[in-house]
């Protein structure tokens, strides 16, 4: 979306170029000839009209006229940049860039020629030459906003490319163990790839010291990790066994209830998700963060079947998932800073859906870390009405009534 808003920024700023051109032709009339402005004149008209195609062959019929015609090498710049807005391709591209370079060398500080220019190259995924134009416009002119997104949007794509990389090509440190491989349910529909696939991801997760200890305990306790339809939602949930005492094997005489069984369901929908190659790396980081998820939720079910959900155990299952998954992808834990990120993040999801009305604290990062999960900086997120607070304070979430102690 942010791209979309940045490039029709752009387009408004060609066609104001456009308009202020027919002034510039007329004022210059000593330098051009009166046919070569003319006929660059009836460009500029089709160019306002949208007239691209046409505009087009009036500019290079200017061109041929008068070669040194500098507003016609800079609106054919233009125009075929907005033919490759619509789908004209790599060439239109190229000519955009070969016309914006030809327009730059006749004015070497006209910032406007320079987005273009930027833009084309943004357009062919070439980021070292666009980041080398935005860093230009900013010499020229530091407050250009374009330009300071598309840097930002630069630094993205290329942070994206190294971790799509790395997730592309991870190494298997240590397979699973075959038991843990038969705990792997898929539900009535779903396709046996996914079970291979679901191979692959445990044992990615049984690598990092943090991720076995976890699966171990589901491995113990026999929890079934079905895979369910991309619709359904992922989640660990406790199902309560009724036990009954009959009287001669007929007549009921007591009963109770327990918590003993755990079972994990992920959609399949995440599986294609984190092997997706089109889709960001975040989001494939993301992906394999649900597993180790709804993984921590079953394994505090099984070491604490009393407990009750909370706030705190699901930003705390977030940032096991999170530091797990991204331990596994790039080799280290999440820094400080991006813990504070995640976390803030979480809360902020968490207010915004069913998950509000959850207590807050259930001794949840204490418990866990007695069990040999690492959690770096817990610190940060062990604050949460501090986060709340942030959150409020920033608009990013209305007052929650279960919060209301914390907002005085």
């Not at 230009?136 to 949007?153: E, R, T």
């Not at 003993?260 to 989001?283: C, G, R």
Request: charged share 20%; proline share 4%.
């Amino acid at each position: 979306m942010k791209k979309i808003l940045i490039t029709s920024l752009i387009f408004i700023i060609y066609l104001y170029i456009a308009q202020c051109s027919f002034v510039l032709a007329q004022s210059t009339s000593v330098k051009y000839s009166n046919i070569a402005i003319q006929t660059y004149n009836s460009g500029v008209a089709l160019h306002k009209e949208g007239k691209y195609e046409l505009a087009e062959q009036k500019y290079n019929q200017t061109l041929k006229l008068q070669p040194d015609f500098i507003e016609a090498k800079k609106n054919l710049a233009m125009v075929y940049q907005n033919l490759a807005y619509q789908c004209y391709g790599k060439e239109a591209y190229d000519k955009s860039i070969s016309y914006a370079k030809e327009s730059i060398s006749f004015q070497p500080e006209n910032v406007n020629v320079y987005n273009i220019l930027g833009q084309s190259y943004l357009a062919l995924n070439n980021y070292e030459k666009a980041s080398e134009i935005y860093k230009k416009i900013l010499s020229l002119n530091p407050n250009d906003s374009v330009a300071l997104q598309n840097l930002k949007y630069i630094d993205f794509k290329r942070s994206d490319k190294l971790l799509n990389e790395s997730i592309n090509n991870l190494k298997i440190a240590h397979t699973a163990p075959e038991e843990l491989y038969r705990l792997i349910t898929p539900q009535s529909g779903v396709d046996y790839i996914y079970v291979e696939k679901m191979k692959v991801i445990l044992d990615l997760i049984w690598s990092e010291s943090s991720g076995k200890i976890l699966l171990s305990a589901l491995l113990k306790n026999h929890t079934p990790i079905n895979i369910t339809n991309g619709y359904a939602k992922a989640n660990a949930f406790r199902t309560k066994q009724t036990h009954t005492f009959y009287l001669y094997w007929v007549i009921p005489i007591a009963s109770f209830t327990t918590n003993s069984s755990v079972s994990v369901n992920i959609p399949f929908s995440h599986i294609d998700n984190f092997n997706n190659t089109n889709i960001y790396a975040l989001q494939r980081i993301y992906n394999l963060q649900v597993f180790i998820h709804e993984f921590g939720h079953a394994f505090i079910g099984i070491k604490n079947p009393k407990d009750v959900n909370s706030i705190e155990e699901e930003i705390g299952v977030s940032m096991i998932g999170y530091n797990i998954a991204n331990k596994i992808i790039t080799d280290k834990y999440l820094d400080s800073a991006e813990i504070e990120k995640y976390s803030i993040a979480c809360l902020e999801g968490l207010l915004l859906d069913e998950h509000k009305d959850l207590p807050i604290y259930s001794g949840f990062n204490k418990k866990i870390q007695k069990y040999g999960i690492l959690m770096p900086y817990p610190e940060i997120y062990s604050n949460i009405p501090l986060m709340y607070k942030k959150l409020l304070a920033e608009k990013k979430v209305n007052p929650t009534p279960s919060f209301n102690a914390y907002l005085k």
